[in-house]
């Protein structure tokens, strides 16, 4: 594992997780997919999905890269604990400048030169995650950011709020390349989050849980003349469910023999009609987490390597109770009974899914399914 105490050599990084890890090349990225449907693909920011040459965008599907390949740099060197990480295509560079001014300019440069062909732009900006290196606390921002909410050099808060509002200007200018462009009408536009907020009151729990806190993230989607300006909606949808959404506005079909856990939520978006999800699952070393519907089951876990004694967890109904304060796990045990059967099956499932496997057969018989009830490879 990667050490926040060590500044790495050249070699020493060689042979760290971040560069002998990475995404599956069985996986089926959304670029490849809509590669495959003849549109061009851009990713400008942060890939955390491998650093080795097999797993780096451009052989991932993705036509046009720059940005990192890992959990995170520092915003100005675009170093990784002392090692430069930053790449154009499948090349290290180096380069001046504040990343996130850096993957907005990237961005316009892409729209510039596909303008007059369907694309597909992905810009996960780092902003306002942690910077990775041993002088700053937190994240980095530019002075002119800072200042908007204080005196220099800011406190660690006052930078996390300026570089929100310089990524906030950041996607402004991007909007507006593909308003100057004509395009505004044509593309449809979507911002969210990878994880909840390490605080997300008044909702219980953070980042690395499954309250909804840990899970509930902001989700904004804006296309003129099909999704109605200024519309709300309450209903259950997941990150899961953005790659049959592109497919459906590319009018590509999903790669053969490939199951997607999604669905498309264009009727959500555009009608403000029903979801057709109304389950999810979730596991993180030993943590675990499902809703059926209005009801939701948390286990978790003061240590994120220890599997707790008790597995019962606690039991919320979140049509009444979405701050999760009050626990009906012994109201109910006949709801508690069934969600948690229906996370073993999902468990299961998930061993059964794919040849690779996502969890080792040690993992599967500490939770206690070692009974020849799955099938690993």
């Known amino acids: 594992m990667v050490n ?56 991932r ?18 170093e990784r604990y002392g090692m430069p990480s930053l790449f154009r295509g499948n090349r290290r560079i180096t380069e001046e400048g504040y990343a996130t001014d850096l993957f907005k300019r990237e961005a316009i440069r892409f729209i510039e030169e596909n303008k007059d062909e369907p694309f597909f732009l992905y810009v996960p900006f780092n902003a306002p995650y942690g910077a990775s290196n041993h002088d700053v ?10 200042r908007m909410y204080g005196e220099l050099p800011g406190t660690r808060r006052q930078r996390y709020m300026a570089a929100i509002t310089c990524m906030d200007d950041a996607i402004g200018a991007i909007l507006e ?25 008044p909702l219980r729990g953070g980042k690395g849980n ?18 109605p300006a200024g519309a709300v909606s309450d209903e259950f949808c997941s990150t899961l469910d953005l790659f049959p959404t592109f497919l459906s506005v590319a009018e590509t079909q999903p790669p053969e023999n490939i199951i997607l ?27 675990r987490g499902a809703r059926i519907g209005q009801w939701k089951w948390v286990l978790d876990t003061e240590d994120r390597w220890v599997f707790p004694d008790d597995e019962t967890g606690q039991l919320f109904d979140l049509s009444t109770d979405k701050e999760e304060q009050h626990n009906l796990a012994t109201e109910r ?8 059967a229906e996370w073993d099956n999902w468990m299961i499932e998930m061993a059964a899914a794919e040849p690779r496997g996502p969890f080792s057969k040690a993992y599967f018989d500490k ?3 070692g009974n020849g009830n799955y099938r690993l490879w």
């Open 61 to 78: 599907g993705f036509d046009d890269f720059y940005g990192f390949c890992n959990t995170g740099i520092d915003y100005y060197t675009h």
């Open 210 to 227: 499954f309250y909804e806190g840990g899970i509930r993230t902001p989700f904004v989607a804006k296309w003129p003349g099909h999704i």
């Open 333 to 340: 045990p006949d709801v508690l009974k069934a969600i948690k």
């Open 367 to 369: 939770l206690g399914y």
């Open 261 to 287: 856990d999604g669905y498309d939520i264009l009727p959500v978006l555009t009608e403000l009609g029903e979801s057709m999800r109304n389950k999810q699952f979730w596991e993180l070393r030993g943590k």
């Open 4 to 59: 926040y105490d060590h500044q790495y050599t050249e070699l020493e990084y060689c042979f760290g997780p971040e560069m002998t890890q990475g995404l599956d090349v069985r996986e089926v990225t959304i670029a490849q997919a809509l590669n495959d449907g003849g549109y061009r693909t851009g990713i400008f920011g942060k890939w955390d999905s491998g650093r080795a040459p097999q797993y780096l965008p451009l052989q």
């Open 137 to 146: 606390q937190g994240a980095q921002a530019p002075p002119e950011y800072i």
């Open 177 to 201: 390349k593909l308003a100057q462009s004509g395009l505004e009408e044509e593309t449809l536009v979507m911002f969210t989050a990878d994880q909840g907020a390490g605080s997300n009151d």
